[in-house]
Each structure stands twice: as C-alpha cells, then as structure tokens.
C-alpha cells in the first residue's frame, strides 16, 4: 500500500491558483467560442474544493494563501513565517504571528492624546505565556514594561476611576501597575463566559476588572447594587461585553478615556490615535 502524499501549505496553495486559472481560462474559451459550459467556481468555492482534497478546512486554505501573499510582498518580514509554516505542516500559528505583524505597522503611528479624564479603562495586549501561538492573539502585545510606561498619571484627574482588565495570567501584574499610576485597588469584577477558553495549564474562562481609585471619588448609586460578578456574552477576540461599558457609564464619571479601544465609542475617548501627517504631506 502505497503511503498517502502530502504537500508542503504552499505548494497547496500554488495548486489552488492553477485549479482557479484553469477553470477561467476555460471559460474565456467557451465564451469566445460561443459554447455553454460549467459555471466558473469563485476562489471561494476553489479553496473549499482544495482543502476537502487534502483534508483540510477551506479557512485554512485561506490562512494560507495570507502567508503566501505577505512572504512575496515582503519576503525580509514575513518569509520565515512561510518557512515555518512548510517546515512544520502547521497553519494556525505562523498565521497568527502574520497578522499580530501586520497590526505592529498600526501601533506604531499611534501617539498619546492629550486631556485629563475622570474614568479610565485599560484592556493592555498583554504579552501572555498562558496560550500557545497556534491559539494567540491576532493583533500586536505589548511589553509589560511599555505597559508600566503608558502616561496613566498625566490622562486621570485628581479624582478619578480606573477599570483595568486582566487575564488570570496577569492578574499579579496589576500591582505594579496601580502603583505606578497613582491608584489604590478597591475591587474585582468578574466576568464568567459561557464557553471555555484558551489555555495552557487550565482552560480559561472568567477575565477579571480591577476597579481602584485616585483621590477620593466614590462610586455613583448604581454601583451599591451592582454584582461583582458578570455573566455577559462573548463576542471575537479579545472583544468586551456592550454591557460593561454600560456598568461604567452607570457607576463612574465623565470624561470617559480608554486605551487600546477596539470599538468606538462616542462618549469613551480613545486614548492612542494615528499620529497627524507633516504639514506638506497633508497638504498632497
């Protein structure tokens, strides 16, 4: 019995892109010809066809071809992720690296804005060793000792209200944090998801908001009837819950600032936005 063969991601790929120039071309022939054929497959239904072939999902055909792209676009930058992902048959980590890359181009136009605000939330990339790269985060992390540095102090007023969202894994790293800012911990919100999560060790499924203080601003009245615990939905990654921004509008103070915001909101400032184009650029 003969052993079954396999191919290299990119070689199945570059198979996906000869199935699909075929299959035009054959096309552009029955047409000019005025003969009737087959309808012409999307690179949609191509992939699915390619990946039911060789046993694997049509998204990761689509992973794939992402790799490939990137590493001719810019072989200096992302043809070692084309390298590991054909050394090592697997799809999903090199991938993610490819776009945690890709969105470190982004961060780094970002500058601090300017003002002072009575609340703060925080949800910091962390650079966690509680997931495996297969299972990681998409976008870029953040050094714990960037975190550290982050102008906390100058954005709160006198008085003011921080939410500070931490994963199990770095929930003793928000000491330190507090500490440098100028807070006091008061409290933990928990939010309990539905589904199982990410993990190493265990299988994460609850995230934690250190709530803390500067000056001596309390709570509004909401807040004394407020659960510390949250059993609110799950979204994508690294997505929070409509209804936690509606416990801090409830419980906390205007001007509302927030740092690495995923979702605008009118009424949260985000706090790191692209960095203004030269005078003459800007005028181009």
């Not at 590991?84 to 961060?107: H, S």
Request: aromatic share 10%; glycine share 8%.
């Amino acid at each position: 019995m003969k052993a079954p063969v396999t191919f290299r991601p990119s070689e199945l790929y570059r198979m996906g892109l000869a199935l699909l120039a075929d299959e035009q071309a054959d096309a552009r022939d029955r047409m000019a010809h005025g003969r009737k054929g087959r309808k012409v497959s999307g690179p949609s239904e191509v992939r699915d066809r390619i990946g039911a072939r060789f046993g694997i999902s049509g998204r990761q055909v689509d992973k794939i071809g992402h790799v490939c792209r990137a590493a001719v676009a810019d072989p200096a930058r992302f043809g070692p992720l084309l390298e590991e992902m054909d050394r090592t048959g697997k799809i999903n980590g090199p991938y993610t690296k490819l776009l945690r890359l890709q969105d470190e181009a982004r961060v780094l136009s970002l500058v601090p804005v300017q003002g002072r605000f009575r609340t703060l939330v925080f949800d910091p990339p962390w650079a966690e060793d509680n997931i495996s790269d297969a299972a990681g985060h998409d976008y870029a992390l953040m050094p714990f000792t960037d975190i550290l540095a982050m102008p906390v102090r100058d954005w709160a007023e006198d008085d003011a209200h921080l939410y500070l969202w931490v994963t199990n894994n770095t929930i003793l790293l928000a000491p330190q944090l507090l500490d440098a800012w100028g807070f006091e911990h008061k409290t933990v919100l928990t939010w309990t998801k539905p589904d199982i999560g990410f993990g190493r060790y265990f299988r994460n499924s609850t995230e934690h908001v250190i709530f803390a203080t500067r000056g001596t601003l309390r709570t509004r009245p909401p807040a004394r009837s407020t659960r510390t615990d949250h059993d609110w939905p799950v979204g994508a990654n690294s997505e929070k819950p409509d209804a936690f921004y509606d416990l801090v509008r409830a419980c906390s103070y205007p001007p509302f600032g927030e740092g690495f915001q995923r979702t605008p909101r009118p009424d949260f400032v985000n706090l790191y936005q692209p960095a203004p184009l030269p005078a003459l650029q800007a005028a181009e």
